[in-house]
């Protein structure tokens, strides 16, 4: 599949990703962060 994601847009999802994933293990400590596993395989895999 062709990428369709710019460099920006993929720095941006990562990010949130992570941050978003982190609030799994600190912070909020609930299940709602797994919500940034889908930004950050976006960003990861680039579509």
């Given at each position: 599949m062709?990428?369709?994601l710019?460099?920006?847009?993929?720095?941006?999802?990562?990010?949130?990703?992570?941050?978003l994933f982190s609030q799994v293990?600190?912070?909020l400590q609930t299940l709602w962060g797994l919500?940034?596993?889908i930004?950050?395989?976006n960003g990861?895999?680039?579509w």
């Open positions: 062709v990428r369709n710019g460099r920006l847009d993929r720095a941006i999802r990562i990010t949130v990703g992570l941050l293990f600190v912070g919500v940034g596993v930004p950050l395989f990861l895999v680039g």
